[in-house]
């Protein structure tokens, strides 16, 4: 009977490690989800990302938008958006335009399902090794993009939030390499260009 007392507190103790962890979303954002159909004929340049999350610090904030600024001009070459995508000091030409992306969320949780502990216990860990779900990772990634002339003047604009959980479970790829929120950055991401690339009108030519 002692013994049996034993493993059930062992047991109880081992599953207990499992709490909540939080992360901040910064990718890797990856390859574009929906690369564009038709190329925007103007050139476009990436400020760097606004990142605008309280809860964290100055430097954090800092290497977070030099991380995101970098992937996001990766992102937008690769997806065709516009017709070329250079880099500051380059001078933008009169077509030319600025993409300003800020997030606003960033946010991945990962927190034990609220069955694991007694779903283990009954089972005596049974529920583990079939799979049941160990945790609930949740994420909440919102931001908005700004595309300006050289000017400065707003072209076009879109704002999207993703809010997104899913269980995870001791065989699934999440539990042993978990890469938190990518896919939704990426989706977000992807949302933004195209919305706002859809409502920006081609450049009007000169007149002779």
């Known amino acids: 009977m002692l013994k ?25 954002i990856g390859t574009p989800l929906h690369p564009a ?18 809860s964290a610090d100055d ?3 800092t290497a977070i938008s030099r991380s995101l600024t970098t992937q996001l001009n990766q992102y937008v070459k690769a997806g065709g958006y516009f017709k070329d995508v250079t880099e500051y000091p380059v001078r933008l030409g ?8 800020s997030m606003t969320s960033l946010q991945a949780r990962r927190a034990p399902h609220p069955a694991y502990i ?37 072209l076009a604009a879109a704002q999207e939030q993703i809010k997104f959980e899913h269980n995870v479970g001791l065989y699934g790829r999440e539990y042993w390499s978990p890469v938190m929120g ?27």
């Open 37 to 54: 159909t038709a190329s925007n004929p103007r050139t476009a340049q990436i400020a760097d990302v606004v990142v605008a999350i309280p």
């Open 118 to 154: 007694p779903g283990a216990l009954l089972t005596l860990t049974l529920w583990i090794w079939v799979n049941g779900p160990i945790y609930v990772d949740s994420f909440d990634v919102a931001g908005d993009l700004v595309i300006v002339d050289r000017e400065g003047k707003a």
């Open 59 to 61: 430097a954090t904030r």
């Open 182 to 208: 990518a896919k939704q950055l990426n989706e977000l991401v992807s949302n933004l260009l195209q919305t706002a690339t859809a409502g920006l009108a081609a450049p009007q030519s000169k007149e002779e």
């Open 94 to 101: 009169e077509n030319d335009v600025v993409l300003k992306f």
């Open 4 to 28: 049996t007392l034993i493993k059930i507190t062992t047991l109880i103790a081992t599953l207990s490690l499992t709490a909540c962890v939080s992360y901040t979303v910064t990718g890797p």
